[in-house]
């Protein structure tokens, strides 16, 4: 059974950057083609925002409102991916979700599994 | 504000079913793009409920259908419980904003 575990600072001051870590256990992120894997935050007491999905090759899908400060990679020797955001400010304060994103062509993907999510504050 | 609008609460009593709405335009669910649903329990991760627009995964009740028609997506819910109070959100792809979205979420609430 795939297993997703975020880590990382829940505490970040404004204007640095904030990384997290996603490990996947249970499943090889290689095994299949069909699976992204990405980023999802929830602003306290807001709805879900889609960030971005990675592809084992490394092909990345960003949504536009966080393109210029967001980068995901992918460490396929730890089976694991990551997140970054430059410049954050007190609206990126949320829960961060890592999920692995089940996708069969342009614009179908969705959100089979997810990790628990970790939060992270923005503030000095 | 999400291209993806859904009620922000629904309520019923328990055995009842309750419809969620979730209204798009030409640009997603009008253009052919497929509706998925998540439910989110109070304080917990959000959970696959509905994918392909009326596709149910392992272990979700049959009790819970989903549909699409136009531009317009919907989540049923039948023979309400107190287990399924919580915040579903439908999701799909918007081609102008060339990304993912989420609708605006609706709390459904077991009188």
């Known amino acids: 059974q795939v297993q997703l575990q975020e880590s990382g600072p829940g505490l970040v001051k404004p204007s640095e950057t904030l990384s997290l870590t996603c490990a996947v256990s249970?499943?090889?992120?290689?095994?299949?083609?069909?699976?992204?894997w990405g980023w999802i935050r929830q602003s306290p007491g807001k709805g879900l925002e889609w960030i971005g999905i990675?592809?084992?090759?490394?092909?990345?899908y960003y949504n536009s409102p966080l393109k210029s400060r967001v980068t995901i990679s992918v460490d396929t020797s730890q089976n694991q991916f990551s997140l970054r955001v430059t410049s954050v400010t007190a609206a990126d304060t949320a829960v961060y979700y890592c999920?692995?994103?089940?996708?069969?062509?342009?614009?179908?993907?969705?959100?089979?599994?997810w990790g628990q999510g970790i939060l992270v504050t923005v503030s000095s | 504000q999400s291209v993806l609008t859904q009620p922000p609460s629904v309520s019923g009593t328990p055995g009842q079913r309750v419809t969620i709405s979730c209204t798009g335009s030409?640009?997603?669910?009008?253009?052919?793009?497929?509706v998925h649903w998540y439910q989110q329990l109070p304080g917990r991760a959000p959970k696959l409920l509905i994918y392909?627009?009326?596709n149910r995964p392992s272990g979700v009740p049959d009790r819970i259908s989903g549909s699409k028609s136009g531009t317009s997506a919907s989540l049923a819910i039948t023979g309400l419980q107190a287990e399924d109070e919580a915040d579903y959100y439908c999701?799909?792809?918007?081609?102008?904003?060339?990304?993912?979205?989420f609708g605006t979420g609706t709390k459904v609430t077991v009188l």
């Open positions: 999920a692995r994103a089940s996708c069969s062509g342009g614009g179908t993907c969705y959100l089979d599994q």
């Open positions: 249970g499943y090889s992120i290689t095994s299949d083609d069909r699976y992204f």
């Open positions: 990675i592809h084992h090759t490394g092909t990345t």
């Open positions: 030409s640009s997603n669910i009008g253009a052919g793009y497929v």
């Open positions: 392909g627009n009326s």
């Open positions: 999701q799909s792809y918007d081609s102008s904003l060339s990304g993912y979205v």
